[in-house]
């Protein structure tokens, strides 16, 4: 099964709590302040993986935590920092948060995305110290991480991808020119999930090539295969278009896919194309193809049975794809960060005390106070001072 759709719930590690606590030394008799402070909470990243080529991991598992940081302790000591969460994705994933709205888009390899940061540590209550308190008996307690839930889609990056019916051929052309090796069979709808292939040129370059699952006249609207695979065809630079010339009018053909396209939108229609007239070795002469059509960038009449047109293909291939732009480095963030909230920093602090929690700032009422307490750690009977109030946590 090729997964190229999952919902994730992510919650970043939650800060570790600054110590409270005093120095005793042997001739010392009244030691100062030495809580250190608690680690960072772990983030969520997504990372790019060029190894990976589906989603298919997250059926496994939806939901990720990042490590919780460490609480400070005595003598001065740092808590350390929550363990960072890094899931691989395929290059090509894209992330909605709940609102839908594209958050980011991890094209190319290396790209990492932050989906949820850790809380930070609080502070020790060697931090509170002042000429005129000397004995801060209070220490902060750790912010809690983000969380959130967000819906992955993996939409294939491609230089070109192969459109066409079902047995044009696309397979077989896709084993002629790239690395890849898609199965080819002669009954239709063979591929059922997206092939990427590598193309090299003699020059060097690389193109990457998508074999999509062969498209029928309703494909737009869901019928046989190919309708749910369109979307992988949006990011491809060009379409080449893959016709059995030797099973009827190829231009007739062409329509068929052609209207799919339309009614597809998201700009497949307006795409450059080539047009692949395949199987000539079984024409008594060369097929012709008239279209009057400015998007038709190219015709070329091959066999992927005896190689002939395969080679002009394959060099056309790398003249009209433009040379991609300089490759971003392996610690690139990811191309675009369309939408990402800032996070809300918190009006209010939780100190613990000797006999429990202390809130300063601007607390909020009722349950989310709460929770915020139980978060930090409060249990029923523990002391929570708020402002000049006094309560017992229930
Ligand atoms: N004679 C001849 N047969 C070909 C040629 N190219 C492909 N075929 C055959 O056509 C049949 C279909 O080829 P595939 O490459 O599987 O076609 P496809 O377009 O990938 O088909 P789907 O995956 O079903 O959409 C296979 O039996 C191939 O061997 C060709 O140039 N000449
Ligand atoms: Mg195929």
């Known amino acids: 099964m090729f997964n190229d759709r999952a919902r994730i719930h992510v919650q970043a590690g939650r800060g570790g709590d600054g110590a409270l606590s005093f120095r005793r030394e042997k001739y010392v008799p009244k030691g100062g302040p030495d809580g250190g402070d608690g680690g960072r909470g772990g983030d969520v990243v997504l990372v790019a993986d060029a190894d990976l080529r589906d989603l298919s991991r997250f059926r496994r598992q939806r939901a990720f935590r990042g490590g919780r940081g460490g609480h400070g302790g005595g003598s001065g000591k740092h808590g350390a920092n929550g363990q960072d969460i890094k899931l691989a994705v395929p290059i090509g994933t894209q ?25 930070s540590g609080g502070r020790g209550n060697r931090q509170f110290a002042t000429p005129t308190r000397q004995t801060p008996r209070f220490a902060e307690v750790g912010q809690p991480g983000e969380e959130a839930d967000f819906e992955l889609r993996l939409k294939l990056l491609a230089d070109v991808a192969l459109v066409g019916l ?31 292939g590598t193309v090299d040129s003699p020059d060097g370059r690389q193109l990457t090539v998508a074999d999509v699952p062969g498209l029928i006249e309703g494909a737009s609207e869901g019928v046989g295969l190919g309708g749910e695979f369109l979307a992988h065809l949006e990011r491809a630079r060009l379409l080449a278009h893959v016709i059995d010339a030797a099973a009827g009018d190829p231009a007739e053909q062409f329509q068929t896919i052609d209207r799919e396209l339309a009614a597809y939108g998201a700009g497949l229609d307006t795409r450059p194309q080539v047009v692949v007239l395949n199987k000539v070795d079984l024409l008594p002469s060369p097929p012709s193809l008239r279209l009057d059509d400015e998007r038709i960038v190219g015709v070329y009449v091959v066999s992927c049975a005896t190689g002939e047109g395969i080679t002009e293909f394959k060099r056309a291939l790398f003249e009209l794809v433009p040379e991609p ?3 971003a480095s392996d610690d690139a963030l990811a191309d675009f960060l369309v939408y990402r909230p800032a996070p809300r920093a918190r009006a209010f602090k939780i100190l ?17 106070l709460e929770e915020a307490l139980r978060a930090a750690g409060a249990k029923s009977g523990d002391e929570v001072e708020v402002g000049e109030e006094v309560l017992e946590f229930q």
């Not at 084993?175 to 997206?194: C, D, G, Q």
């Not at 300063?360 to 009722?366: D, L």
């Open 166 to 196: 079902p047995n044009a051929g696309k397979s077989s052309l896709l084993r002629r020119i790239s690395n890849a090796k898609p199965k080819v069979a002669e009954y239709p709808f063979t591929t059922l999930e997206p092939v990427l």
């Open 95 to 119: 992330v909605f948060d709940s609102d839908r709205n594209l958050v980011v888009d991890l094209a190319h390899a290396g790209a990492k995305a932050v989906l949820a940061r850790g809380g």
């Open 352 to 368: 613990r005390t000797d006999r429990g929690f202390r809130v300063t700032g601007r607390p909020p009422a009722g349950e989310e």
């Open 325 to 327: 732009q300089e490759r």
